[in-house]
């Protein structure tokens, strides 16, 4: 990568609640705190996580002061966020205590070709999309929106109205984007900011040691500009940075998953296997696993709000939060050594 990717930056951290050791930072210039650790559903929920572990796994994560659980409506088609909802009732926690977000673009009906399709941003679309959301989530309202993807067909102003129109209906308390190029988004805020429409908050990237570039080089100028928040997903590269994958594909992993199959070719490269491998010892030094330092290496950067994690397993779950305790581990002298290792095959 060509930019400085150092921080000069400090976001406030709040104090953890007596109960927990968790972090909380503000979405971005918003007065909402998120959990430093949150908990996604994407692959998991429905595919390998059921009702059961999914209200075991939410309660657990809250007990340690988790407050922010991700969805979208495309995840297992829907059934993602009717699991999430499910879980939500039986847990009954007071609705100020959480936040909960989804995510808008593919739609559920993916049959047919041209206007048939739904990978759209359109107003007609956002409206439907978010009451469908709503209904499987039995929520009044989301506080999170994202629109998911870019969408090259629909006018920015469009959709930049409509998910502030939502907004005003009561039906979500902020929204943002997902994977959306630093200049799109600065036309949606600057869009919104002129015609006195909710603006964009946050956006939902990719980061990890592999994958870079867009959140420290390209989105650099829009923090000071907007006050973007960033909710990072995929910390562990998909699972590649769990370790499991350096001898192969295990037996049980996502990387066996039919549905998945487009993930194998990045869990098996060798050369960022190659670097798993160096990393577990430095990890070890630290008192953590390779998995506990790629998550707290993401989170130690100050522009992001939380950093979205997922599990299949209640013990991947307490282990990811484990991460918490490497934080003040990451000295310069670490991340120079980690940067060795993983920067050169990022991007």
């Not at 941003?121 to 309202?141: C, F, P, T, V």
């Not at 090259?152 to 502030?164: D, G, K, Y």
């Not at 592999?210 to 923090?223: D, T």
């Not at 490269?269 to 330092?293: C, E, F, M, T, Y």
């Given at each position: 990568?060509?930019?400085?990717?150092?921080?000069?930056?400090?976001?406030?951290?709040?104090?953890?609640?007596?109960?927990?050791?968790?972090?909380?930072?503000?979405?971005?210039?918003?007065?909402?705190?998120?959990?430093?650790?949150?908990?996604?559903?994407?692959?998991?929920?429905?595919?390998?996580?059921?009702?059961?572990?999914?209200?075991?796994?939410?309660?657990?994560?809250?007990?340690?002061?988790?407050?922010?659980?991700?969805?979208?409506?495309?995840?297992?088609?829907?059934?993602?966020?009717?699991?999430?909802?499910?879980?939500?009732?039986?847990?009954?926690?007071?609705?100020?205590n959480?936040?909960?977000?989804?995510?808008?673009?593919?739609?559920?009906?993916?049959?047919?070709?041209g206007?048939?399709?739904?990978?759209?941003?359109?107003?007609?679309?956002?409206?439907?999309?978010?009451?469908?959301?709503?209904?499987?989530?039995?929520?009044?309202?989301?506080?999170?929106?994202?629109?998911?993807?870019p969408?090259?067909?629909?006018?920015?102003?469009?959709?930049?109205r409509?998910?502030?129109?939502?907004?005003?209906?009561?039906?979500?308390?902020?929204?943002?984007?997902?994977?959306?190029?630093?200049?799109?988004?600065?036309?949606?805020?600057?869009?919104?900011?002129?015609?006195?429409?909710?603006?964009?908050?946050?956006?939902?990237?990719?980061?990890?040691?592999?994958?870079r570039?867009?959140?420290?080089?390209?989105?650099?100028?829009?923090?000071?500009?907007?006050?973007?928040?960033?909710?990072?997903?995929?910390?562990?590269?998909?699972?590649?940075?769990?370790?499991?994958y350096?001898?192969?594909?295990?037996?049980?992993?996502?990387?066996t998953?039919?549905?998945?199959?487009?993930?194998?070719?990045?869990l098996?490269?060798?050369?960022?296997?190659?670097?798993?491998?160096?990393?577990?010892?430095?990890?070890?030094?630290?008192?953590?696993?390779?998995?506990?330092?790629?998550?707290?290496?993401?989170?130690?950067?100050?522009?992001?709000?939380?950093?979205?994690?997922?599990?299949?397993?209640?013990?991947?779950?307490?282990?990811?939060?484990g991460?918490?305790?490497?934080?003040?581990?990451?000295?310069?002298?670490?991340?120079?050594?980690?940067?060795?290792?993983?920067?050169?095959?990022?991007?």
């Amino acid at each position: 990568m060509s930019c400085n990717a150092g921080f000069s930056v400090t976001v406030p951290i709040s104090a953890p609640p007596p109960f927990s050791s968790m972090l909380y930072r503000r979405l971005g210039r918003t007065g909402l705190q998120l959990s430093l650790f949150s908990l996604g559903s994407w692959i998991t929920y429905h595919n390998q996580v059921d009702e059961k572990s999914a209200v075991e796994m939410m309660a657990a994560a809250f007990d340690a002061g988790v407050n922010f659980f991700d969805n979208a409506e495309v995840y297992a088609a829907g059934r993602s966020e009717t699991l999430m909802g499910r879980a939500l009732k039986r847990l009954a926690w007071p609705r100020l205590n959480y936040v909960v977000s989804s995510k808008f673009y593919w739609g559920l009906d993916r049959k047919g070709e041209g206007i048939n399709r739904k990978d759209t941003l359109n107003r007609k679309y956002l409206m439907q999309a978010i009451d469908g959301s709503l209904q499987r989530m039995g929520l009044e309202h989301l506080d999170l929106i994202y629109c998911h993807r870019p969408d090259p067909n629909t006018p920015i102003e469009e959709t930049a109205r409509a998910m502030s129109d939502i907004i005003d209906q009561g039906k979500a308390l902020y929204w943002g984007t997902s994977e959306w190029s630093a200049a799109d988004i600065r036309v949606a805020w600057d869009t919104a900011e002129r015609h006195g429409w909710h603006k964009p908050v946050v956006e939902q990237p990719q980061y990890n040691l592999f994958h870079r570039e867009r959140v420290e080089c390209e989105y650099a100028a829009l923090h000071e500009h907007t006050g973007l928040g960033l909710t990072t997903w995929s910390p562990l590269a998909s699972g590649l940075l769990t370790g499991k994958y350096t001898d192969g594909i295990p037996e049980g992993s996502r990387g066996t998953m039919k549905k998945w199959a487009f993930l194998r070719e990045g869990l098996t490269d060798r050369a960022k296997n190659a670097a798993v491998r160096k990393l577990q010892p430095i990890a070890a030094d630290l008192g953590g696993s390779v998995a506990q330092l790629a998550l707290a290496w993401a989170a130690r950067n100050p522009h992001i709000s939380t950093v979205i994690t997922g599990a299949s397993k209640l013990e991947q779950l307490q282990s990811n939060l484990g991460a918490l305790a490497l934080l003040d581990k990451l000295t310069p002298k670490v991340l120079k050594t980690i940067d060795a290792v993983t920067k050169p095959l990022s991007t």
